[in-house]
């Protein structure tokens, strides 16, 4: 018999309660219930994000809504302004070069976070500038970006602001109109404590604006003033993810039980335990401004994370994640997002040290959870 904890960057734990709803008979989509379940889903949703924006919900992972406000938002002449600071940065501009969509980029070094002072200097050099596409955690180095001041310089302009908050948004604090942000991206597989499948998005009344320049969008399934159309109706233009979705009523429902400040608390005290535990361990934390959402961390000289990773996944049935493409071995990072309590941090903890004690690594068993419970028992 065989234990697992799920402490990756998605997917993430899912609560009993959300398991038990998607094992519910499948009802019909065109019908007063399923009306009905939308309006309430969407409303708590509204309370999520604290926004009133139109949402969205596309049967589609984070990806799907990426996509859809990149080829929507562009009218031609314009363009967009992508920020990369890893591989989900980098995203934004692959989609805009898949589609021929005319973008300038701003390349951030990997580790560290956008500086607002070069986003204002873009936006004033160039009018064409019609959106600015930015990500709130940076999953492939827990980056945490500034949003808010982003959404100050951004609302000054002609320009939108897009968030890619797929990772980290319902973890981190996020407050989508006092922060300005006209699209949020979201995936149901992070904090929002559902399996894989849905996106989430919300469209403030200036970049539903901008969708009317917009005068031939390269979508379908993905266009944008379709979902919107359909959404003022409680409906979807195509066939509804309708079990994810209840389900994801009854997780969403959870996080405004415990309310959202106490939500962005939680989360914050856990990513205070975990680096306060990673750093008595002896590893350095990677990003300059680490993540409420996941903290990664270096590994020490000569170990390679991949067999740390394996090691704990194998061993101890912590499902830890390792580095992306040029963090491949060279970093580790555990998720403390959604369905997480106090425990899971000590589970990851306990599970890095053991699984770095036997690569060799000189370290106390039981600093890294000790200075864990200290903050965890405030
Ligand atoms: N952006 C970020 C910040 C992410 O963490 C991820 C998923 N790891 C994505 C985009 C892609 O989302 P999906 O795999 O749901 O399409």
Known sequence: MRKDYLLTPGPSQVPAEVLLRLAEPVFHHRTPRFKDMYKSLTEKLQQVFLTKSDVLVFASSGTGAMETSV?????????????????????????CAAFGIEHDVIKVEWGKAVKPADVEKKLKDDPNIAAVYATLVETSTGVEHPIKELGAIVARTNAILVVD???????????????????????????????????????????KALTEKVVKAPAYYFDLKAALKAAGKSDTPYTPALTLMSALDVAVAELLKEGMENVFARHAKFAKAARAGFEAMGLKVYPER?????????????????????IAEKKYGVNIAGGQEKLKGKVVRMAHMGYVGPMDIIIGLAALEMALAEKGVKITLGSGVAAAEAVLKQ
């Open 71 to 95: 080829v929507n938002l562009i009218p031609k002449g314009k363009k967009a302004l992508t920020i990369e600071s890893g591989k989900f940065g980098e995203r934004w501009t692959e989609i």
């Open 165 to 207: 908050g797929i990772s980290g948004a319902g973890a981190n604090e996020l407050r989508v109109d006092d922060w300005h942000v006209d699209i949020l991206v979201v995936g149901s597989q992070k904090a929002l404590m559902l399996p894989p499948g849905l996106a989430v998005m919300t469209v403030s009344p200036k970049a």
């Open 290 to 310: 680490p993540a409420t959402a996941l903290t990664t961390v270096l590994m020490p000289e000569g170990i390679d994370g991949e067999e740390v990773r394996n």
